[in-house]
Every structure is written in C-alpha cells, then in structure tokens.
Nanobody
C-alpha cells in the first residue's frame, strides 16, 4: 500500500489541525493504520492507530489521549488524525504507516508501509 500524508502546518498552542493519510493499493492486506511522530532529536513515537475494517477499534498514546482522534473513511481510502488542544511538545514530523496485523499493534517494526512526513509546528 502507498501512503500520502498531508495537513501539517503552523498553529498556536491550544489550536487544532487535521492530518490526512490517503492510501492506494491493497488496504485489505494492511488493516493496521497508524500515525507516528518524530520530534527534533528524538526517536519515533507512536501516536494512534485504527483498523481499516474494524473502525471501532482504536488505540492512542497516553500523551495524546483525549486530545487526538483517529478515524477513517473507507470510501475515500483515507485515515485522519484530528488534533485538538495542541501543545508545543506536539511539534514533530508526523508519519502515517500501514501494517499487516489485524490487531492494533504499536511497534514501529509492525508497520511496513510509510508515507512521507508532514510537519506540525505548535507555537507557544
């Protein structure tokens, strides 16, 4: 599956952004759709994931729980990440990724397709 992320930008603390990840190819074979981020000088961090075909199944990192919402539109082959109440520490390059597991695994190595990153900058 090929992934294309978009929607990043500059926002003030407390603001919102919505990221999109458009997928092409066999989404059925890569049901585990996730978002990761990498802040400057830091390791990749899991953010959230969702199963394409079990839309009620989602998972969030503790750092974003209650502020971020992951969702998908199967008809558009697109996964979204709605980010509210943004904080300066959310500043990072955000990547969407797809994995073959049907469970909501979160290890970076469980995802074998990656989109290009989209930069989110939150100013204080």
């Amino acid at each position: 599956v090929q992934l294309q992320a978009s929607g990043g930008g500059l926002v003030q603390a407390g603001g919102s952004l919505k990221l999109s990840c458009s997928a092409s190819g066999s989404t059925f074979s890569s049901p585990n759709m996730g978002w990761f981020r990498q802040a400057p000088g830091k390791e990749y961090e899991f953010v959230a994931n969702i199963n394409w075909w079990r839309g009620g199944s989602t998972n969030y990192a503790d750092s974003v729980k209650g502020r971020f919402t992951i969702s998908r539109d199967n008809a558009k082959n697109t996964v979204y990440l709605q980010m509210n109440s943004l904080k300066p520490e959310d500043t990072a390059v955000y990547y969407c990724a797809a994995g073959r597991a049907w469970g909501l695994t979160t290890a970076r190595t469980d995802f074998d397709s990656w989109g290009q990153g989209t930069l989110v900058t939150v100013s204080s």
